[in-house]
């Protein structure tokens, strides 16, 4: 169960929702070049962070390593990542989680439209995991029964030490009450508590696979949820989902940025391919190919998420007729620009191993860009959008360029 395997280094048939442009930038000679390098770099970035994954587990850094390939599936949404993502989720001594994770999946690939052959194999591999997680959690189990009989605590009060730590915003400590307490009594509520305090410490990947197939994840003893449970399972799926979107739409940016992970040629490559996507994007949009320039400029923006790229995406959504994904998208950017603004204030302190949600070194909104999105903002809110002017330009070839123009 402790194995990292099926290592999805350079493997482009997990790329199969890699940040890459919709539609394929289709109708010029160049288009095709852009995307073929786009996906080029998504490539790379992914085997250097898998790379930095395998050398952390060679070096028994087993949280080093989960934070690595939890990278590598934001970049590929590969089955492989995120299965390495359990194995080393229960080598961490989480069994309770990752015997849900594999239940999890094991159902979502169940009912996958892959070939007869490969899934039975897939499901083989599973089948031979969800029993090691079994063999962990009985032991886990047996640990926890000892414990509780040595300090005298019941699941009853370690789920209100667990609560007691969540209301005092400490989500590790109040993860590690609920776990014991679902290792003493296997309850829907506190498996479902153990996911709230892992989105809560920015370990999304595991938690969000858990949520979204939580039914079958359930164990034959464990009582089903309450009807107020079951909104709360619903609240939190969503969240989750939210959760996730948003770290893949920015972790390209983020993992070109991060110090030591990719060589400085590579970020170069990476900004002039912005430049040349954003260029593409201008060019469509004269054309009124809207369709061809939101995809150039959603794939500048997974790039470098430079500000000016989001406003321009945001605009193509609204010239066609997407108002509600262009609302979406204005707010999304303001967004961002507040989490950078967060992020590089001198007070700040991350939690420890949770994805970065921004880049290092983005460019904030000009006071011009957030007027302009906040204008939209309104015009969204209100009904149909009105003509307006987007903002100046936002710099150019290095670093910057033009908004796509309404």
């Known amino acids: 169960a402790s194995r990292a395997k099926d290592s999805p280094r350079r493997d482009r048939r997990g790329l199969r929702e890699a940040p890459s442009p919709e539609g394929a930038v289709r109708g010029r000679g160049m288009g095709a070049e852009i995307h073929r390098d786009f996906q080029e770099l998504c490539l790379q970035v992914n085997d250097a962070v898998t790379e930095r994954g395998e050398r952390l587990l060679a070096e028994k850094d087993v949280r080093g390593a989960i934070r690595a390939f939890e990278s590598s599936y934001l970049l590929t949404n590969s089955d492989a990542s995120l299965l390495t993502v359990v194995d080393l989720t229960l080598r961490h001594g989480q069994p309770f989680l990752a015997r849900a994770a594999y239940r999890a999946l094991y159902d979502a690939m169940s009912r996958s439209e892959q070939r007869e052959a490969a899934r039975a194999q897939q499901l083989s591999a599973l089948e031979q995991r969800m029993d090691d997680s079994e063999a962990a959690c009985e032991e886990a189990?047996?640990?926890?029964?000892?414990?509780?009989?040595?300090?005298?605590?019941?699941?009853?009060?370690?789920?209100?030490?667990?609560?007691?730590?969540?209301?005092?915003?400490?989500?590790?400590?109040?993860?590690?009450?609920?776990?014991?307490?679902?290792?003493?009594?296997?309850?829907?509520?506190?498996?479902?508590?153990?996911?709230?305090?892992?989105?809560?410490?920015?370990?999304?990947?595991?938690?969000?696979?858990?949520?979204?197939?939580?039914?079958?994840?359930?164990?034959?003893?464990?009582?089903?949820?309450?009807?107020?449970?079951?909104?709360?399972?619903?609240?939190?799926?969503?969240?989750?989902?939210?959760?996730?979107?948003?770290?893949?739409?920015?972790?390209?940016?983020?993992?070109?940025?991060?110090?030591?992970?990719?060589?400085a040629g590579l970020r170069r490559r990476a900004a002039d391919l912005a430049a040349a996507l954003r260029a593409e994007g201008h060019a469509a949009n004269r054309e009124d190919d809207v369709a061809e320039a939101h995809a150039c400029f959603e794939a500048a923006y997974a790039v470098l998420r430079h500000p000016a790229d989001g406003i321009s995406v945001a605009n193509m959504k609204r010239k066609a007729g997407d108002l509600d994904g262009a609302r979406a998208d204005y707010a999304e950017v303001l967004e961002a620009d507040e989490a950078a603004a967060m992020m590089a204030s001198p007070g700040y302190t991350p939690r420890p191993g949770a994805p970065r949600a921004a880049p290092r070194g983005v460019p904030r909104l000009t006071e011009d860009q957030r007027e302009f999105c906040l204008a939209m903002l309104d015009d969204l809110g209100s009904g149909p959008a009105r003509r307006r002017e987007p903002p100046p330009r936002g710099g150019g070839r290095k670093g910057g360029g033009r908004n796509g123009r309404p």
């Open 141 to 263: 189990s047996r640990a926890a029964q000892d414990a509780a009989e040595r300090e005298g605590r019941s699941p009853e009060e370690l789920l209100a030490k667990g609560r007691a730590c969540n209301q005092g915003n400490d989500p590790s400590a109040a993860y590690h009450y609920f776990a014991s307490a679902y290792a003493l009594e296997p309850r829907s509520s506190s498996l479902l508590s153990m996911c709230n305090m892992r989105l809560k410490m920015g370990e999304v990947p595991v938690a969000e696979l858990v949520l979204r197939g939580f039914e079958a994840t359930l164990d034959e003893r464990d009582p089903d949820l309450t009807p107020g449970e079951e909104e709360v399972l619903e609240r939190k799926r969503a969240q989750a989902a939210h959760m996730l979107d948003r770290l893949r739409a920015a972790h390209l940016a983020v993992a070109l940025s991060s110090p030591g992970l990719v060589d």
